[in-house]
């Protein structure tokens, strides 16, 4: 629902940005809605209510929706109604509108739900914006106390159970099923999410560490079949930051703590080899 007041003049009822989404557990996390700067955005009157959304995506929406009775009331550049705050359907919180390229009229309704904990472009548009990278999701891919009345389930359980919370509301306005590809483990094809999380990176360009591992795959090791060596050169060549802290079941473990009350990070020389001794001792 639309929180501020526009500098257009409307009729007094409520308004709505229409937002679509074919991962409904990510909701919890919205954190605003993107809108293309250049594109021309209706709002329009359905029943007794406003809707704001891509005019090229109106007619496309209203055969979806079957909605015949559907009234232009007045017409927007995206970029006039950058950081116009608006209130979370279920969540007790605001936030704003942001302008992204990325927004595409290709699909869905122009205004794109925006989770900085569960997306890439989601995540960057959130650092530009200095947005916090929410993501009330933990390691077992459950609702943290942050999800509120979530907590404890999991994910892809959620999804219906947000969609009928939307539907109790008064904010669902369509909902259909649609064939897409998803991100899954190759190994298992059990779908996978997006959740941004800290992690422990090697600044591959400090005391010239690149240039020093190159070497040594040129001249330090032996491989099988020979051709690989010049596939693994140019992955060090082109290598950003690299990720070490890779949460892999086959992986080895690194050698830090933390403190559980505080969080403060422990990487003493002792703590270490405290950790390799009772690696040593018990595996």
Request: charged share 25%; aromatic share 10%.
């Amino acid at each position: 629902p639309l929180e501020d007041e526009l500098p257009i003049s409307l009729p007094e009822l409520p308004i709505y940005f229409l937002i679509w989404t074919t991962t409904p557990w990510t909701l919890p996390a919205n954190l605003g809605i993107a809108l293309h700067p250049d594109f021309s955005y209706c709002f329009v009157k359905v029943n007794e209510e406003i809707l704001i959304l891509a005019e090229d995506l109106l007619d496309e929406v209203a055969k979806a929706t079957k909605i015949e009775k559907i009234e232009i009331l007045s017409r927007v550049k995206g970029k006039e109604l950058a950081e116009v705050k608006y209130t979370h359907p279920f969540a007790k919180r605001s936030s704003k509108i942001l302008l992204a390229d990325f927004v595409t009229v290709e699909e869905g309704t122009g205004c794109v739900h925006i989770a900085p904990g569960h997306g890439e472009e989601d995540y960057l548009l959130g650092l530009k914006h200095n947005l916090p990278i929410f993501s009330p999701v933990n390691d077992e891919g459950r609702f943290t106390f942050e999800g509120e009345e979530f907590e404890g389930k999991g994910v892809f359980e959620t999804n219906p159970l947000i969609v009928d919370r939307l539907r109790q509301g008064g904010f669902l306005l369509y909902q259909s099923r649609i064939s897409h590809s998803y991100p899954h483990c190759w190994r298992c094809k059990f779908p996978l999410i997006f959740r941004a999380t800290p992690q422990w990176f090697l600044k591959v360009d400090k005391h010239n560490l690149r240039d020093k591992a190159i070497e040594a795959v040129l001249k330090n090791v032996k491989w099988f079949p020979p051709q690989s060596k010049s596939r693994i050169k140019s992955m060090l060549e082109e290598r950003p930051d690299w990720c070490l802290s890779r949460q892999r079941y086959w992986g080895v473990g690194i050698p830090i703590v933390y403190c559980q009350s505080c969080g403060e990070v422990i990487m003493s020389e002792d703590a270490i080899e405290s950790i390799l001794d009772l690696t040593a001792k018990y595996g």
